[in-house]
């Protein structure tokens, strides 16, 4: 791994703690757990809109479930498949909650899954500009012209995107992603944390791809206020 240095913003920290998460289908995978230092400046879609419009109205705290479920790679962030590939099914056994948004299928990380259809419409609807944080490791070493492209915008065949919050971040100690990634021999990697709040289709990908750096892996670590934190790779909690 080869991170890039800069000076520009110094000793800034995020620590995910270790911790056993009691509801799990599997406890082979490692807990997110990791101190980053900033170096730099900064489904199933047709169940999600039936439920969405069963249930706008405020849920009293009683009723409402909210579950964070760490996402796998190689899982759909859907309860059924037709074509019995992984899905939430064989993870998350709690009733009546869909998701608030997606995940691709080869990213892995935070998916939040309510029965709360207000909830669910304001996390997912980008009108609300709710924050996604993602740690993503690309191939090669962006330089701060590079990321001062994402942060100022940039023009895919969608259009342009908002100003993203971008920083160089070591590496983050997490689970090993099976299968591994394939990298190049004498081609370094960097990771970087990327905040956007639109909800463009693999947006971060295509924002990597078009400054030049592929993304290898991506890892959504939190939606709003709701991160990975104690939470297992393949298991979920319940808030």
Do not use: C
């Not at 100690?173 to 081609?187: A, C, D, G, S």
């Amino acid at each position: 791994m080869n991170t890039p240095q800069n000076k520009m913003n110094k000793g800034k920290t995020l620590t995910l703690s270790k911790s056993t998460v009691s509801h799990s289908k599997s406890t082979q995978d490692k807990t997110a757990s990791s101190k980053i230092r900033y170096v730099d400046a900064t489904s199933n879609q047709q169940s999600n809109r039936k439920y969405a419009t069963l249930n706008k109205k405020a849920m009293s705290a009683s009723e409402r479930k909210v579950v964070l479920f760490n996402k796998p790679f190689d899982v759909l962030s859907q309860f059924t498949d037709d074509d019995n590939r992984k899905t939430l099914k064989d993870f998350v056994d709690i009733k009546e909650v869909y998701a608030a948004g997606r995940l691709d299928r080869d990213s892995e990380g935070l998916l939040l899954l309510t029965n709360d259809g207000k909830l669910q419409h304001q996390l997912a609807n980008p009108y609300y500009k709710t924050n996604k944080t993602y740690w993503v490791q690309v191939e090669g070493n962006p330089d701060i012209s590079d990321i001062n492209q994402l942060r100022d915008g940039v023009k895919l065949k969608d259009g342009m995107t908002l100003p993203a919050k971008v920083n160089i971040i070591e590496q983050p100690e997490i689970w090993p992603r099976n299968p591994p990634i394939r990298e190049r021999k004498n081609i370094p990697t960097t990771w970087l944390s990327i905040t956007i709040n639109e909800g463009r289709n693999r947006q971060v990908r295509r924002m990597t791809a078009h400054i030049g750096f592929p993304t290898l892996r991506l890892i959504r670590y939190s939606i709003g206020t709701y991160t990975l934190e104690n939470i297992n790779n393949g298991e979920y909690r319940l808030v």
